[in-house]
């Protein structure tokens, strides 16, 4: 029997607003968008990975493979912490609260302080049987993420472990120093580490009701695996021997990102070290099955970022931190600094027939142990960039559904594919969050099909779009209409018209928005910031259309929640 025919919308937790919060989307917040929703039949909300990160704020870079983002919190939701502490908060934050962008330094510095304050008001916590359950629960990865996090401290703020003091800079060194710590003061360490397993209890709490709340509505929540963690994460500290520690992985350079001259060079090199899945494996691949076992009790559905790099993965010889040395250098003169190797592909390239069939082999039993650990819950792989091809046919034949970006998916003619021929077992969509949203995307193609040296593509951009919303192809760049609600009708009827599985719109596409969520191979306040201008409780007459108009197609083809 086929799975329902679902339409979502992509909303991070960070673009989303509700009335009191401190300046960010938090849990509270997803529980209205998913009333929102239900009333609008739409099925599945689409987030960004909710785990905890480090500093430069990328959901794709956590310090833990499993602990969640505390500064989703709702705060008034936690016990010892009362209303004037809420009030000075607010105060606190400014005009971080109704900025247009997400200020992280700002919300998160306001938001530990309320944090810290609760804890110290519910000393009592450490009695609570909820929360003796939750750490014995939860024991094979908490330990070592709380000590990560009390290490970070005494590295005075610093979360990559290479740059610590050498009196704990390794996993055998920091369990000897925390042995010394607490024969000082054990009371004090306890405590301290104590408090960032309090923050995942609540996380665990607020997330696993926010589940309960998508249940009761019927509309699906869809996580966000990445690809790896971060260099700089408890899991590498503590468990090194899943990882290769001088091998980074990345995406090949791609002609569709041009805002950053070292990917356009290199490739993408996301700091995130490559597997040992000769070690994974022979541990019945432990690490993945805690992985996506913690996280069951929250989603639904899986989307598993970059599942290429199941079967093969771009790996680059240097740490991110060295892009800016090697960025100059020809292909020769960076072999010299590192050995002879250069990003290639790892383990081995798709060069030859055995090679092919030698990495079609090793993505099967990674991706079964991962639809395995899902259990119930679909599972969605993103496919996009440079793809084998025997990929797609693969993923078909495990039932995992792959990305059918539409003006993308293109015959050998060059043709757009008809909608009608997608597989049942697919994800249609026109952008992710890597991607202008689609106003963006065609408004960029008709300048650029004005003059310069991107002219010739942005031209085939405007016919593939237009070829696949049925609309008329223009002779000339300059021909083509400016995006409006006429067009933005014909395209996003002809996506929900697919016949794939799963149609998903981003929220700055639903509203019109030129916004894009993330530029690839870039660090900044351009990135993971955007959030919508309206509050839940006060949607504008103007988005509650884009909205209806929404709903009425996710009805006539048989989306419905």
């Known amino acids: 029997m086929d799975k329902q025919r679902m339409a979502g919308i992509l909303f991070p937790v960070f673009s989303m607003r509700r009335e009191g919060d401190l300046g960010i989307g938090d849990t509270t917040a997803v529980k209205q968008c998913l009333d929102w929703f239900a009333q609008h039949q739409v099925g599945f909300l689409q987030l960004l990975p909710i785990n905890v990160t480090g500093a430069d704020r990328s959901p794709y870079s956590a310090i833990s493979s499993v602990a969640l983002d505390p500064i989703y919190l709702d705060l008034e939701k936690i016990k010892g912490v009362e209303p004037a502490m809420l009030n000075k908060a607010r105060a606190s934050c400014g005009v971080a609260r109704i900025a247009a962008t997400v200020d992280y330094s700002t ?7 309320v944090l810290r304050q609760a804890f110290k008001n519910n000393q009592n916590a450490k009695e609570n049987a909820s929360f003796g359950s939750f750490k014995k629960k939860h024991k094979s990865w908490l330990r070592h993420y709380c000590l990560y996090r009390w290490l970070i401290d005494e590295a005075g703020g610093l979360e990559d472990w290479s740059l610590w003091p050498e009196a704990f800079n390794s996993a055998g060194k920091a369990k000897r120093y925390e042995v010394r710590k607490k024969r000082k003061d054990r009371a004090e360490v306890l405590a301290a580490q104590d408090y960032y397993a309090w923050e995942q209890w609540h996380a665990f709490s607020q997330w696993e009701s926010v589940r309960d709340h998508a249940d009761k509505l019927g509309v699906k929540l869809m996580g966000d695996v990445p690809i790896g963690v971060s260099y700089a994460s ?34 993408q090199n996301w700091g995130v070290p490559v597997y040992r899945w000769d070690a994974i494996e022979k541990s019945d691949y432990r690490w993945w099955k805690r992985r996506i076992g913690e996280l069951s009790s929250i989603f639904h559905q899986f989307r598993i970022d970059h599942i290429l790099g ?20 020809s292909a ?30 090793d993505g099967d039993k990674y991706i079964r142990a991962v639809v395995d650990a899902a259990g119930c819950a679909e599972v969605i792989g993103e496919d996009l960039g440079s793809v084998p091809d025997y990929v797609r046919p693969h993923l078909l034949e495990l039932g995992v559904a792959g990305f059918k970006v539409c003006h993308w998916e293109l015959d050998s003619r060059g043709i757009v594919i008809p909608v009608e021929e997608y597989p049942e077992c697919s994800f249609a969509c026109y952008s ?14 008709r300048h650029d099909a004005q003059s310069g040296p991107d002219k010739r593509d942005a031209e085939l951009k405007l016919k593939a779009l237009s070829q696949f919303a049925g609309l008329p192809v223009q002779r000339r760049g300059k021909e083509y209409p400016a995006y409006s609600h006429k067009l933005k009708k014909a395209f996003l009827e002809t996506l929900l018209s697919a016949g794939s599985r799963y149609a998903a719109i981003q929220i700055n596409e639903l509203v019109d928005s030129s916004v894009q969520i993330n530029f690839p191979g870039t660090v900044g306040d351009q990135n993971w910031t955007y959030r919508v201008s309206w509050e839940f409780g006060s949607i504008p007459k103007t988005v509650q259309r884009e909205m209806d108009k929404l709903q009425r197609l996710i009805t006539k083809y048989d989306r419905g929640a």
């Open 107 to 113: 919300v998160w510095q306001v938001k530990l302080r």
């Open 234 to 267: 408890a899991d590498v500290f503590f468990e090194p021997e899943w990882f290769h520690l001088d091998l980074f992985g990345g995406a090949p350079p791609e002609t569709e990102f041009k805002a950053d001259a070292f990917t356009t060079k290199w490739g």
């Open 310 to 329: 199941f079967y093969r993965i771009y790996s680059f010889p240097w740490h991110p931190r060295r892009n800016p040395e090697f960025l100059p250098l």
């Open 332 to 361: 020769e003169q960076a072999a010299k600094l590192t050995k002879g190797r250069l990003p290639s592909f790892s383990p081995r390239e798709d060069d030859t027939m055995v090679h092919k069939a030698q990495n079609l082999l």
């Open 432 to 445: 992710t969050h890597d991607m202008a949203p689609l106003k963006k995307l065609w408004e960029e193609a």
